[in-house]
């Protein structure tokens, strides 16, 4: 595959998993990451993919501001930062091809625990040890895989956590686990027209997730993202391997 034909396909996931992303809370760390580990390798992929989430985050938090929980928020953000500071110098130093392959498998895990979540309909309890997990296990996997989002959905379905306010807050704890794990990554060091591009995706996805949330099945965005996915990981895993 040529650098072209790379950089396309990552822009692909990227604009496919920030569109899923704006409907459904998740979705541009799922999608994205497996491209990217196979574009840039898995020390650049993990704090670029964190970036990019950031970036979405933010762009969504800035129209719903009104609708966070902050308590909920603050509690599950507290859990990923010691996490995330003990476990970020731990990625730096482990073997890429492991980390490829690790990365891969968490991806695939994520997708699974998604499906198997959709036939759950007994909600439990909340409670603040649940949070303080939540927010500590998103941190764990941000900071190594850059994926925060998946156990944040966990919880949400566990607890019966939806309406006007999921989306928002979720954005707002992923935001806080995104700025720590990109703050405690090496630098990210790609050339100026790719950054533009990648951001160019994101936004084209962002806008398309805007203009679809109102009358888009979300569960079926979902359901492609995942499965674009799920051809990611299992390539990543493959090429880590061999």
Do not use: H, K
């Not at 990019?52 to 507290?78: D, K, V, Y």
């Not at 990648?198 to 203009?211: D, F, K, R, T, Y």
């Amino acid at each position: 595959m040529t650098e072209a034909a790379g950089l396309a396909a990552v822009c692909l996931a990227v604009t496919l998993g920030a569109t899923a992303q704006r409907i459904t809370g998740i979705g541009i760390a799922l999608v994205s990451a497996p491209a990217l580990v196979l574009m840039f390798g898995p020390l650049t992929a993990v704090p670029l993919c964190n970036l990019m989430a950031l970036l979405l985050n933010i762009g969504i938090l800035l129209t719903s501001l009104g609708r966070i929980e902050w308590r909920r928020a603050a509690t599950m953000a507290a859990g990923s930062a010691v996490v995330i500071l003990a476990l970020s110098p731990l990625v730096q130093r482990a073997d890429q091809a492991i980390l490829q392959a690790t990365i891969g498998v968490a991806v695939l895990s994520a997708i699974a625990l998604t499906f198997w979540l959709r036939t759950r309909s007994r909600p439990s309890d909340d409670s603040m040890l649940a949070r303080v997990f939540a927010g500590a296990s998103a941190g764990g996997l941000g900071a190594a895989a850059g994926l925060s989002g998946p156990p944040l959905a966990i919880y949400a379905v566990r607890t019966g956590w939806a309406g006007p306010t999921f989306v928002p807050t979720l954005q707002g704890v992923a935001a806080v686990i995104n700025v720590l794990a990109v703050a405690a990554a090496p630098r990210i060091s790609i050339p100026p027209l790719t950054w533009a591009v990648l951001i160019g995706a994101l936004g084209a996805g962002a806008a398309a997730g805007a203009l679809l949330a109102p009358r888009a099945d979300a569960r079926w965005i979902q359901t492609a993202a995942l499965a674009l996915a799920a051809v990611g990981a299992i390539v990543t895993i493959v090429v880590a391997l061999t």
